[in-house]
């Protein structure tokens, strides 16, 4: 082989590895024609109305209002911006296939998908099957709905297409600053004492016995930042007797203000408590874990060994 033809083949090559670099950079970048496929930033650039995610398990539907809403609950209060931000960032990949036939194994079916769908502007933006998951955890095989082609979709619209309600409803129970809290009112059956704070320290009434600071400031943390691990049921809630009630707190702040009145159930069939804020129908769940550390008894409180005042 002559230096010349060799030279001619090494050139050809090099250009080649160069323009099959490009073309795994596209089509991993997602730019182009594959990115507006989808509509993707257009539907992230208008203001939100709503998104809804149907799948064979059930319905997701996310409202913009006030607050945001899932299924008409509360919603986590960053729903719309992880929705916006979710839809800025996904990145389309490259096309996976042209053939409806293969739809099925790539669930991204009416049957086997979860088909999301963006209304933005008073009208729908977007509507795409999300399927199987693909080589990595967020990323998946999507196609346009009424349209063959598949490609891979990767972001974190992926993992929020498979969430379920009660994952967007906001768990929080309470939130307050924790040097707000200045009494805790314990009422249980055959029991009621309060937990107060005088100038330097917390007392328990009517016995007047010391606190220890220790527990008190577990109490505390657990109090101030109270989240659910998940929601009753309807079914569940429509049976539930509150009274009696395995125990309620009263939490007050500066000037005698209720900061929140909660009332607790021990479940029956499951470890932990349900439990309800005042003037609210959503029961919540907690585990044994938060319901042991807030359901303190008088005696669990004070300071070993400690005596009234006076």
Do not use: C
């Amino acid at each position: 082989m002559s230096d010349r033809l060799l030279r001619y083949l090494v050139g050809a090559l090099a250009i080649l590895a160069a323009a099959w670099g490009v073309a795994r950079f596209v089509s991993g970048r997602g730019g182009g024609g594959e990115s507006e496929y989808f509509d993707l930033a257009t539907s992230a650039e208008l203001v939100l109305d709503s998104v809804v995610v149907e799948s064979p398990d059930g319905t997701v539907q996310l409202r913009a209002g006030d607050g945001w809403t899932v299924n008409g609950y509360e919603a986590v209060a960053d729903a719309g911006e992880s929705l916006k931000r979710a839809l800025e960032q996904a990145e389309v990949g490259a096309l996976v296939s042209r053939n409806p036939e293969n739809h099925e194994r790539l669930g991204v079916t009416e049957g086997k998908g979860r088909r999301l769908t963006v209304f933005a502007g008073g009208s729908e933006q977007l509507s795409l099957y999300i399927g199987g998951r693909a080589d990595v955890f967020d990323r998946a095989y999507a196609r346009r709905v009424g349209d063959d082609l598949v490609y891979t979709l990767q972001g974190t619209l992926v993992n929020l297409a498979n969430r379920g309600v009660d994952d967007w409803r906001n768990k929080e129970i309470l939130s307050v600053v924790r040097g707000d809290i200045q009494r805790i009112e314990f009422t249980y059956p055959g029991e009621s004492f309060s937990l107060t704070r005088d100038s330097l320290t917390w007392r328990i009434e009517p016995s007047d016995r010391a606190a220890d600071d220790n527990k008190v400031a577990s109490l505390l943390s657990q109090l101030a930042t109270l989240r659910a691990v998940s929601f009753a049921a309807q079914a569940t809630t429509d049976t539930l007797v509150w009274d009696p009630a395995a125990a309620r707190l009263r939490v007050l702040g500066p000037g005698a203000t209720i900061l929140a009145d909660l009332t607790f159930l021990k479940r029956e069939a499951e470890v932990g408590y349900f439990l309800r804020r005042a003037g609210s129908p959503v029961v919540y769940s907690i585990s044994s874990y938060t319901g042991g550390e807030i359901l303190k008894r008088a005696a669990d409180l004070q300071v070993a060994g400690g005596s009234p005042t006076g």
